[in-house]
């Protein structure tokens, strides 16, 4: 297996990381601003990206109040089907909550989609593998979110949870 590089996204990157998220993660249900302070990093195999991840730097989390910031809000991580197994998705996790430790971020939070027909966490093993642990779950989460139906309750708006997942010292 070719070796997957982990490097910072570009804003050349953006066509190629919006069809991987809209195929792994669903259209309308992710966003990246790249000029948001944090992290923002894909995963490249023979010159191709396979895998993306992005953190903001938040001073707080209201659904997390015992964090104390400022924090690595991991918001999304998306890996194509080809790539995954490879560990390519909990490098890219510990990479971005590197680059925030280095900006000054002292936790980290991420939401973790609960897949409300399934019970499945995909984000689970990862985050727990990267030092997280399981704070809570929050159902309803996604609640407020607008757009197109949710790829996995196929709700409007979607009614799946998340687990809140932390990780108190980076």
């Not at 910031?69 to 390519?88: E, F, M, Q, T, Y």
Request: with cysteine; charged share 15%; proline share 6%.
């Amino acid at each position: 297996m070719p070796d997957v590089i982990i490097r910072p996204m570009t804003t050349a990157d953006l066509p190629t990381v919006s069809a991987l998220l809209n195929a792994t993660l669903g259209a309308g249900f992710w966003d990246i601003d790249l000029n948001s302070p944090g992290s923002h990093q894909v995963a490249e195999r023979d010159d191709t990206v396979v895998g993306v991840a992005s953190a903001i730097l938040a001073s707080e989390l209201a659904e997390a109040p015992s964090l104390h910031g400022p924090i690595s809000h991991l918001r999304i991580v998306g890996v194509c089907a080809d790539a995954r197994g490879l560990g390519v998705a909990t490098r890219l996790v510990e990479t971005v909550n590197e680059s925030c430790a280095r900006l000054g971020a002292v936790s980290s939070a991420a939401f973790a989609w609960v897949y409300r027909n399934t019970g499945r966490c995909a984000l689970a093993g990862v985050l727990l593998r990267s030092g997280y642990a399981r704070e809570r779950r929050i159902e309803g989460f996604y609640a407020g979110a607008s757009g197109p139906p949710c790829p996995a309750c196929h709700q409007t708006p979607c009614i799946c949870a998340a687990d809140l997942y932390v990780k108190r010292v980076l």
